[in-house]
């Protein structure tokens, strides 16, 4: 019996302290801005509509950041900020194609050129371009060194740190640093000589003396057919609907 009563005392004991140490809900109606993040969930908060608190969700995906903060509704991506320390999730995932949450910056399943931005399910992909990888930790582009997992490009295989011509471009060529590719424009009047692998005074066998310099679109269009494959992908800036080949 008296075992008993010694638990039920601690219990309650126990109760109380944790209800002493939780921080109490604020009320919307009682804040300036009439909005306020839930006190336990990162991705819900409270607004005041007509006198009366009134608990929102924000956006699959999304948490809560402050009125007229975050991307839509208040709410932001999780990783910009700390939202989240020591609140929890109301809400699972909902998944579409591409989309592990319905708004977000996800990989790409193939390439580590590409990744998505989706909003509200839709998927959009998106290109890195420059020679630049997808890192999923900084949801950005980032130099491939800083990116794990991602295969050091084939077209540096010959040499790592040196020249490759990209297709048949007179003035852009890839330089390669420790097996990434860098995309590079000769300095003004030069151009880039495909058997010294270098930029000089032209005119070389494959290129006259440059008039006005060609937007890279156009080298595009020269290097198509064999020469594209000799490209990081992700690299060429293009159209996410554009109707190229998946690398
Ligand atoms: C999101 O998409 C659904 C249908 O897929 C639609 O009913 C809803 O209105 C959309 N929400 C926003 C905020 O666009």
């Known amino acids: 019996m008296a075992t008993k009563t010694t638990v039920i005392v601690l219990a309650s004991l126990l109760i109380g302290l944790s209800a002493a140490q939780r921080q109490d809900q604020d009320d919307p109606c009682k804040t300036k801005s009439k909005v306020v993040g839930d006190v336990t969930y990162c991705d819900r908060y409270w ?20 009125k007229h903060r975050g991307v839509t509704e208040g709410c932001d991506y999780p990783w910009r900020s700390d939202y989240c320390e020591g609140k929890q999730l109301a809400n699972g995932p909902i998944s579409t194609e591409h989309c592990d949450w319905l708004y977000g910056i996800f990989g790409h399943e193939t390439s580590c050129t590409r990744y998505w931005t989706c909003w509200n399910g839709t998927a959009t992909e998106q290109l890195c371009i420059g020679g630049l990888l997808y890192n999923e930790n900084a949801h950005s582009c980032d130099w491939p060194e800083n990116v794990d997992g991602c295969q050091k490009h084939p077209l540096c295989n010959d040499d790592a740190n040196g020249n490759v011509p990209l ?13 990434y590719p860098r995309l590079q424009r000769c300095p003004a009047m030069l151009v880039f000589d495909r058997r010294s692998l270098r930029c ?7 290129c006259d003396v440059p008039t006005t310099p060609l937007p890279f679109e156009g080298d595009l269009e020269q290097g198509k057919g064999n020469a594209i494959s000799n490209l990081p992908p992700g690299a060429i800036q293009g159209k996410p609907s554009g ?5």
């Open 47 to 66: 607004e005041c509509v007509n006198n009366q608190a009134e608990l929102y969700d924000c956006p699959n995906g999304l948490v809560f950041a402050g």
């Open 167 to 179: 297709g048949k471009s007179c003035n852009r060529y890839w330089q390669c640093q420790g097996g």
């Open 200 to 206: 000089v005074v032209p005119p070389t066998e494959d």
């Open 243 to 247: 109707g190229r080949n998946k690398n």
